[in-house]
């Protein structure tokens, strides 16, 4: 069982940054690929960003690419994603996600096991 909390949310202005971190509860976080998707209030929930088991593979969804990074401390069982030039489209819940599998990395929710409760993120105008 993999437990997953998420931190750094909050209101921030567009332009603004911000820093998600995932913290995760297992002893084998390296076996582990993780992905950041995000849900709107209306909207399905579409995938943000992914990364490789050792960090050396990253993937972006093309509205967040070059704003956003994914990064990962296997050693913290820790996967950040850091969000310069927000705007106000990127508000949202945004959760965490694990799951061993390569289809992890397909951009696709479905292959997760394990999800985060969400922490809000908030763009203001």
């Known amino acids: 069982q993999v437990q997953l909390v998420e931190s750094g949310g909050g209101l921030v202005q567009a332009g603004g940054s911000l820093r998600l971190s995932c913290a995760a509860s297992?002893?084998?976080?390296?076996?582990?690929?993780m992905g950041w998707f995000r849900q709107a209030p209306g909207k399905e929930r579409e995938f943000v960003s992914a990364?490789?088991?050792?960090?050396?593979?990253?993937f972006y969804a093309d509205s967040v690419k070059g704003r956003f990074t994914i990064s990962r401390d296997n050693a913290k069982n820790t996967v950040y994603l850091q969000m310069n030039s927000l705007k106000p489209e990127d508000t949202a819940v945004y959760y965490c996600a694990a799951d061993q599998s390569f289809g992890a990395l397909s951009g696709s929710p479905l292959p997760y096991d394990y999800w985060g409760q969400g922490t809000q993120v908030t763009v203001s105008s």
């Open positions: 990364i490789s088991w050792s960090g050396g593979s990253t």
């Open positions: 297992v002893r084998t976080f390296s076996s582990y690929a």
